[in-house]
């Protein structure tokens, strides 16, 4: 079984805090996803990478940056943390033409106060 | 670029009742279409996927779609819903095209409620 795994769950920030949220997946998939959830509005993708080093802005990356030092590893970044940011971070994995879709973290909730 | 619409953002249902949620895709060339369900606080996991093969994909659960050019449709449907099958759903359908290749567009998704 393929696993993304977050690292966290649930995570209180103040604002303006530097923020990293962390993904790591365990099946040697060439791309890796950042999109958070909010009711109504279904998932947006913030980050894409499709190689080690290699990233694209999704639909919503202003207030973001990500990185991707090694394959398994994809980690978000809220550079300064602002309330209208709290929502539900998923991660996610795919073969490179993700024709067989994409295998999801668990989610991370973060409340920015 | 590719769009994708659930019809109805909450849908209801009987134990033992027909579950229909609606999707519908608006894609320039033919496009590979996904179901997700989403149980509360966890990710998202793979119901089925159409890729061009069969246009009646079974799933996981007992679920199915049917892909409908003609209809730009990928409707999902269970016989006989139960109640471990409450729980959001997301229709989605693969962007083609440069590094776009890949990536997912979904819908807003639909919450299905099931009572007894």
């Known amino acids: 079984d393929v696993k993304v795994t977050q690292s966290s769950r649930y995570l209180v920030k103040r604002t303006g805090e530097k923020v990293f949220l962390e993904c790591v997946q365990d099946?040697?998939?060439?791309?890796m996803f950042w999109y958070r959830q909010d009711p109504g509005l279904g998932l947006r993708l913030i980050y894409f990478?499709?190689?080690?080093?290699?990233?694209e802005k999704g639909d919503i990356p202003e207030g973001y940056s990500v990185s991707r030092e090694k394959k398994e590893r994809f980690s978000l970044i809220l550079e300064s943390a602002s309330t209208n940011q709290t929502s539900m971070y998923l991660c996610a994995s795919s073969w490179y033409r993700g024709l067989d879709g994409y295998t999801f973290g668990s989610g991370t909730r973060l409340t920015v106060v | 670029a590719q769009s994708v619409t659930q019809l109805g953002s909450h849908v209801s249902v009987s134990e033992g009742a027909l579950v229909l949620l609606r999707c519908n895709y608006s894609s320039s060339v033919p496009p590979y279409l996904f179901w997700y369900v989403q149980y509360p606080n966890q990710g998202l996991q793979l119901l089925l996927k159409y890729t061009s093969a069969a246009t009646l994909v079974k799933g996981i659960n007992g679920f199915e779609a049917e892909f409908k050019k003609s209809e730009t449709s990928f409707h999902l449907t269970k016989p006989s819903a139960h109640m471990s099958d409450a729980a959001e759903y997301f229709c989605?359908?693969?962007?083609?095209?440069?590094?776009?290749?890949?990536?997912?567009?979904f819908g807003q998704g639909t919450i299905l409620t099931v009572h007894p």
């Open positions: 989605a359908v693969s962007r083609v095209g440069g590094t776009s290749y890949g990536k997912l567009t």
């Open positions: 099946m040697d998939h060439e791309n």
């Open positions: 990478s499709y190689d080690v080093k290699m990233k």
